[in-house]
């Protein structure tokens, strides 16, 4: 038996699952996956500013 058959398989594209069991992984893919976390954050931050400016430029077409 191969070690690659006792680990678990990763999902492939690597992407952070929230809830995900985490015992399984190590310090170096427990910091990755706080920067990726962090990245999508910001990622999802930047949207929601722009979805409200949007909102806001309505709100101000139609309130006379």
Do not use: C, W, Y
């Not at 070690?3 to 992984?25: F, Q, R, Y």
């Not at 996956?33 to 999508?40: N, T, V």
């Amino acid at each position: 038996m191969d070690l690659d058959d006792l680990m678990p398989a990763k999902k492939p594209g690597g992407g952070a699952a929230i809830g995900e069991n985490l015992s399984t992984l190590s310090v170096a893919e427990l910091e990755h996956r706080i920067k990726d976390l962090e990245a999508e954050i910001d990622r999802v931050r930047l949207e929601l500013d722009r979805k409200k400016q949007h909102e806001a430029a309505a709100r101000s077409l139609f309130k006379s």
